[in-house]
């Protein structure tokens, strides 16, 4: 008995070797752990959000540790700042205060994620001597402080009374599907469903398991094969690879990170319809799109908007000119690509993509009924082929450990490209060129499909999801890999 309660104490307790992940066993013992606390206190909308917080926090410990302190201590902050601001009325106490809070939170973003970056930039340019922290970066960090962040600018602006209880703020900055991965959630969207009576339509369960089922095939049968069959090899070693391996592992990482990460978002919005809540959708097909500027309207939904509204509108947006239009997208991107990573790969990435932008506005403004000869249709997919092969040649710089493996992968794609081995590798890569036909293909189909089967069979049996569910679980098993694929946006 003594063997068994500590295996059951070794399984509570937090193991950095094994953080709790939506596709992990302990993740289903914690859901339906969570869900019968939750259905038998949904009536009782106080003890329901705290049971929530507190299944969420314990969440967070499973995934990194104690630093689910940084989560407590951030809310403890911007709960209090937020109130300070709405209560102040002098706007120079309420603007000192808002710059405070963003210090605050951009501090130990800067802390945590960019201290190392920084301390070998100075080593390198032969100012100082200083040995790397080697910090751990806290799992969700960069998702909770832009959460944070927004909070308080809206508080600032106006536009959102702040919450008057700790815990409806803990509960919002806590809540477990999004919180190691996002999606970045508005307070102003989600805060107001907190005190709404729990309803589970047959709508919801029906769009829930969609959402839940969709992800975990996109992540752990998908995302998960290619990488391990294709992608992680030749990013490791692009050199000992032909240029057709190499950019057959750039169209697969495309895939890998897309099913990866709108896998992970999927799960957390079905969840969320679960417990009833809605949480916005972070990715509608990205690779549909006709040019980059669509494509950050489908890609990371909810990043792409929060670095819309609270960076490139507050540095002047398109109101200062064409010129100042163009920088502050740079400017944006670049931002953007330094919130993935402390790398020059992600701040190449965040600029490629800035220029990108530019050159789309420079392209609808002067350029817009230049290639009007061309057939609509035609038109169409010729901007969905450029846009995807810029996007691709991009995520070589995301993907890549350092500049030197980037640089290999766009020689070996240039210069070593052996058409006459095209046969060879594609039996070598049959089941992976399989798995990434499927892949492309699902992601072809129209966004609103899922929306009109869930509207015309909504009123399934449960025995119908328990079926289902049981099948796509053995179907897991049977793919899952044997050592976990750590999702990738765990590490920003």
Known sequence: MSDFIQKVIAQLIYNPDEPILFNTGFFLYFLLAFMGAYLLLHKNTKLRTAVFTLFSLYFFYKACGYYVGLVILAAIIDFNLSNLIYKSIGITRKK???????????????????????????????????????????????FYTFENI???????????????????????????????????????????????????????????????????????IISDYIFVNLVEHVFEAPMRYSGVESLLAV???????YCDFSGYSDMAIGLGKWLGFDININFLSPYQSKNITEFWRRWHISLSTWLRDYLYIPLGGNRLGKARQYINLFVTMLIGGLWHGANFTFVIWGALHGIALALDKLRLTYLKNVFCFIP???????????????????????????????FDMIHQITTNFNVELIPQIYLNYTPVIGMMFLGYLLHSLRDNLADDVIAKYSNIPLWVYVAGFTILIISLIQFKSATPIMPIYLQF
Not at 110 to 130: A, C, H, V, W
Not at 251 to 257: M, N, P, R, T
Request: some cysteine.
């Open 251 to 257: 169209y697969g990482y495309a895939l890998v990170i």
């Open 376 to 406: 609509t249709l035609v038109r169409k997919y010729i901007g969905i082929f450029i846009t995807f092969h810029f996007v691709c040649f991009a995520w070589i710089f995301f993907k890549s450990e350092n500049l030197n493996i980037a």
């Open 96 to 142: 000192l205060l808002l710059i405070f809070s963003i210090v605050i939170n951009l501090g130990l973003l800067f802390y945590f994620k960019y201290t190392d970056f920084f301390i070998g930039i100075s080593n390198d340019l032969g100012f100082t001597n200083i040995t790397p922290l080697s910090l751990l970066l806290p799992i969700g960090i960069s």
């Open 150 to 220: 927004s909070y308080t600018i809206d508080v600032y602006r106006g536009e959102f009374k702040p919450v008057k209880s700790f815990w409806d703020y803990l509960f919002f900055l806590s809540f477990f599907p999004k919180l190691i991965m996002g999606p970045i959630v508005r307070a102003a969207d989600f805060i107001p469903q907190i005190h709404k009576p729990y309803q589970l339509n047959n709508t919801a369960l029906a769009k829930g398991a969609y959402l839940i089922a969709a992800g975990l095939i996109k992540k752990v």
